[in-house]
């Protein structure tokens, strides 16, 4: 199965910026959609950005204009270049794959351990 792991997390002041990057374990990272997703402490898991094998992109409203999703194939990784970051941007991100772009949940077919990102003065 395709496994998938996410790094580049931490504490930053408001309107600071990070990259977070998700790395794929195999060969087939190319043939999957692939989301960002985050979770604070007893709240559900929403969906922020997914970006298609294509390259089509998609973010959450919370997010757009702030955040930039990309891919290098190559590699193979996924990167989330955050900006302008508020504190409610705290949570745990995790990257996801599916065969097509969604910010449902179930329908991801391989996740990460999540990263931690913090936004506090």
């Known amino acids: 199965q395709l496994q998938l792991v996410e790094s580049g997390g931490g504490l930053v002041q408001p309107g600071g910026s990070l990259r977070l990057s998700c790395a794929a374990s195999?060969?087939?990272?190319?043939?999957?959609?692939i989301a960002w997703f985050r979770q604070a402490p007893g709240k559900e898991r929403e969906g922020v950005s997914c970006i298609t094998t294509g390259g089509s992109i998609n973010y959450a409203n919370s997010v757009k204009g702030r955040f930039t999703i990309s891919r290098d194939n190559t590699k193979p990784t996924v990167y989330l270049q955050m900006h302008s970051l508020k504190p409610e941007d705290t949570g745990i991100y995790y990257c996801?794959?599916?065969?097509?772009?969604?910010?449902?949940?179930?329908?991801?077919?391989?996740w990460g351990q999540g990263t931690q990102v913090t936004v506090s003065a």
């Open positions: 996801a794959a599916a065969y097509y772009c969604s910010f449902y949940a179930p329908n991801m077919r391989s």
């Open positions: 195999e060969f087939a990272f190319g043939r999957y959609d």
